[in-house]
T-cell receptor
Framework: ETGVTQSPTHLIKTRGQQVTLRCSSQ?????VSWYQQALGQGPQFIFQ???????GRGNFPPRFSGLQFPNYSSELNVNALELDDSALYLC???????????FGPGTRLTVL | QKEVEQNSGPLSVPEGAIASLNCTYS??????FFWYRQYSGKSPELIMS??SNGDKEDGRFTAQLNKASQYVSLLIRDSQPSDSATYLC???????????WGAGTKLIIKP
């Protein structure tokens, strides 16, 4: 059984650029949650997708957007990158909304 | 403001001893509680989930939940150097099943 995968592993962008991060959920999981984790902090919830619909959003501006595909994989898009967007971006999948969440390895984004 | 609080540590424990990690949460209606372990530079790894008051044991790990006092704890018996990591507490506080996370407690097991 394949776990949660994310791509790319690392990414360096400059301020103002746009970025797309990808996540493949674990087999049998229909829910994907995205988190931003700054150094020394706990994960901050960005948004969650359940069966291709957004199921809630954290305190992030509209330039953070996402979608979920029919195979339940997901993308996180960030427009107009800012220096403070530099962080580890984590994707987690779960078998249902209330299920345990399993994380991918994360994408380390650096904005210069 | 929905919050999950953890002592940031570091918590230093001798090898072979019991490590006790604590977490408090603000929403009395919370239903689901999770402990994750995160090694430096890696993503969080699920250790245990707990949903009912009382203790839940899995190998060397025991999660304890007290909803009346709004705290959840994780005990690690026979601590090993490989247990050295940051331990994150996550709580589901609303009907949308979104997790609220603590900032984590850094645990150091000294040989």
């Amino acid at each position: 059984e394949t776990g949660v995968t994310q791509s790319p592993t690392h990414l360096i962008k400059t301020r103002g650029q746009q970025v797309t991060l990808r996540c493949s959920s674990q087999s049998g999981h229909n829910t994907v949650s995205w988190y931003q984790q700054a150094l020394g902090q706990g994960p901050q919830f960005i948004f969650q997708y359940y069966r291709e619909e957004e199921n809630g959003r954290g305190n992030f501006p509209p330039r953070f957007s996402g979608l979920q595909f029919p195979n339940y994989s997901s993308e996180l898009n960030v427009n107009a990158l800012e220096l403070d967007d530099s962080a580890l971006y984590l994707c987690a999948s779960s078998p249902e909304l209330a299920g345990e969440q399993y994380f991918g390895p994360g994408t380390r984004l650096t904005v210069l | 403001q929905k919050e999950v609080e953890q002592n940031s540590g570091p918590l230093s424990v001798p090898e072979g001893a019991i490590a006790s990690l604590n977490c408090t949460y603000s929403d009395r209606g919370s239903q689901s509680f999770f402990w994750y372990r995160q090694y430096s530079g890696k993503s969080p790894e699920l250790i245990m989930s707990i949903y009912s008051n009382g203790d839940k044991e899995d190998g060397r790990f025991t999660a304890q939940l007290n909803k009346a006092s709004q705290y959840v704890s994780l005990l690690i018996r026979d601590s090993q150097p490989s247990d050295s990591a940051t331990y994150l507490c996550a709580v589901n506080m609303d009907s949308n099943y979104q997790l609220i996370w603590g900032a984590g407690t850094k645990l150091i097991i000294k040989p």
